[in-house]
């Protein structure tokens, strides 16, 4: 990376001013500790780095420091200035060529970091109950999620993605309940759901049931004489609804994991007993309690009521486990912010049971608001978009996606539906996917023959499709890449797609790669706008569609990982 390559020039140039004695002994300097920043003024260089920390060691003023600094520097064809306690650094010509020359080199690839320490990740996400349709709040960790699998993949760890099914409790009785009067409707009885609040709590009554009562009946003359049969074909029948969205939403899963099999194999007990052996369970009032006030957590917690049935903390006590028993490295939850509280405990529970709970790591996320027509829109108000399957039909699945992952986790995201739909520069899905197509078009207007309307001959094209491709190889013995103003913001937005993916997936932020190729798309359009990228001056034309096939390269690369659709054509 351009700023890591201005970095090391600097500690380079301050260990031999030390040397030197141009200033004092650098012993308490902690390598890597000086921050390089964009200048405010861009004027004064691509980057800078404030040296006025150094002062105190070095025993002379920051201005000193730097200049004594600068002197030191092998400066090649890049350029150094000194302003105050700052040094600004220009990206020359040869480290301009060297970022297109890695994007050609690497293409596809371009972006993933090497030799990384790889870790075996676990990501768990969405884990919505069997019970009904997915809701918008499902859509956006489902988006958020995958990207962050896509991301991580990327960068080189091991992912393993996992959607934990909530199917062990009293819901899927109530949803063998609901299912049962469905069915009798579609025989012909006058019944419907209560209207008491309290017991209708425990039905389901959306409509979303009914088509599930009319395929029971195709192959069942009337209703079982056990519930549990119906709460079985309704949880599969959910199950399988949920999957096929989710795939239509290009999220993959690796495993369902689900929590009735955790009870069966024995785990959940299993850990019951290990914590009661270990003397981390006590009994008040009846329950079990656990101890999680002495790892951390700001009470203790009920894992078994006086009942004799399970908290939900139980069987996530177990789960986890069961993660880290199968040999993860880290696992990775992707939780609803309303889970705030729940993340101590569960980690308490992984301490106890001797692991490290640094393993785990929680990502909270706040909700969605659906906004049309500038007016936030109360979710139970409007029938026709309640659910995610009604979003995507409504603007698609590229712009679910990308608006799902475009802002920060825990800042609420509005979702402006109608702008959504647009196909304007507005609306940020299709500006970046509109760059995309603009450079196909430059591409293919650069190597297709058109014809003449006048005299219906053919028009050369002004490059052969061979020597497009040659530029990959060959644009920097031919020196080809411009120093225009436009040209070097490009190759410079371009190069630190780098730095970006190693924040974002160091930091687990996905709305940061959405931002990013907001920020590529503007820049590529600013130098279209300035630069007639055909022309009859072969050499300079060349040189423009070289930063037209990186720029196509790097959108292509960070849109894989959106999982967003990269058209040719719009």
């Known amino acids: 990376m351009i700023k890591d390559y201005f970095i090391n020039k600097i500690e380079e140039a301050l260990s031999e001013a030390v040397k030197k004695g141009q200033v004092g002994q650098m012993s308490e300097y902690l390598k890597g500790s000086l921050i390089v920043e964009k200048p405010k003024n861009p004027d004064f260089g691509d980057f800078a780095v404030n040296v006025s920390s150094l002062a105190r060691c070095a025993k002379i003023a920051p201005p000193m420091i730097a200049n004594a600094i600068v002197e030191n520097i092998e400066k090649e064809d890049n350029e150094y200035s000194v302003i105050g306690g700052f040094i600004n650094f220009k990206a020359g010509k040869n480290l301009l060529m060297d970022a297109i020359e890695e994007i050609f080199k690497k ?155 955790l009870h069966k194999s024995g785990k959940v007990e299993e850990c019951v007993n290990k914590l009661k052996s270990s003397g981390k369970i006590y009994q008040k009032d009846g329950a079990d309690w656990f101890k999680s006030s002495d790892y951390g957590d700001d009470q203790d917690r009920v894992i078994k009521k006086a009942d004799g049935s399970n908290t939900y903390l139980t069987a996530d006590i177990a789960y986890h486990i069961d993660k880290l028993e199968r040999g993860f490295d880290r696992m990775i939850n992707i939780w609803g912010a309303d889970h705030h509280g729940y993340v101590a405990r569960v980690k308490a529970s992984i301490e ?26 109360r979710m139970g108000k409007r029938k026709n978009m309640v659910t995610l399957e009604d979003l995507i039909d409504e603007v698609g699945v590229d712009a679910t996606r990308f608006w799902m992952s475009m802002r920060n986790i825990d800042t609420t995201l509005d979702f402006d539906i109608e702008l959504a739909k647009t196909n304007s520069d507005e609306n940020p899905v299709f500006y970046v996917q509109y760059a995309h197509a603009r450079a196909c078009s430059i591409l293919r207007n650069a190597t297709e023959e058109k014809i003449d309307t006048e005299t219906g001959k053919n028009i050369p094209s002004p490059l052969s499709k061979l020597e497009l491709e040659d530029l990959k190889d060959n644009y920097k013995k031919e020196n080809l890449i411009p120093t225009i103003d436009t040209a070097r913001k490009l190759i410079l937005k371009l190069e630190e797609f780098k730095s970006m993916i190693k924040m974002s997936a160091e930091t687990r932020q996905v709305y940061t790669i959405c931002r990013y190729v907001q920020e590529l798309a503007s820049e590529f359009h600013s130098f279209y706008n300035a630069n007639r990228v055909l022309s009859d001056d072969k050499a300079l034309m060349k040189s423009r569609l070289a930063l037209i096939l990186a720029v196509k390269q790097v959108l292509s690369n960070a849109f894989e990982i959106l999982g967003v659709s990269a058209p040719e054509r719009m």
């Not at 106890?352 to 909270?364: F, I, M, Q, R, T």
Request: proline share 4%; charged share 25%.
């Open 352 to 377: 106890a049971l001797g692991y490290d709970p640094n393993k785990l790591e929680v990502l909270l996320g706040q909700l969605v608001n659906l906004v049309i027509n500038g007016n936030e829109v």
């Open 107 to 261: 293409r596809e690839k371009f972006g993933c970091p090497e030799n990384i320490e790889k870790e075996k990740i676990i990501l768990e996400y969405v884990s919505a109950n069997p019970t009904g349709p997915f809701h918008i709040g499902h859509g956006r960790w489902a988006a958020m999620g995958s990207v962050l699998a896509n991301l991580l993949k990327f960068y080189g760890y091991d992912v393993y993605q996992e959607f934990y099914i909530n199917d062990a409790g009293s819901q899927i009785q109530k949803l063998g309940n609901s299912l049962a009067i469905r069915i009798r409707q579609e025989l012909g009885e006058d019944i419907d759901f209560p209207t008491d609040e309290i017991e209708r709590k425990n039905y389901y009554p959306g409509e979303y049931l009914i088509p599930v009562a009319k395929k029971y009946l195709e192959t069942h003359k009337g209703l079982p004489d056990d519930v549990k049969e119906l709460s079985d074909f309704a949880k599969f029948e959910m199950e399988n609804l949920q999957k096929a969205l989710l795939e239509n939403f290009r999220v993959y899963f690796d495993n369902f994991y689900s929590e009735l099999s």
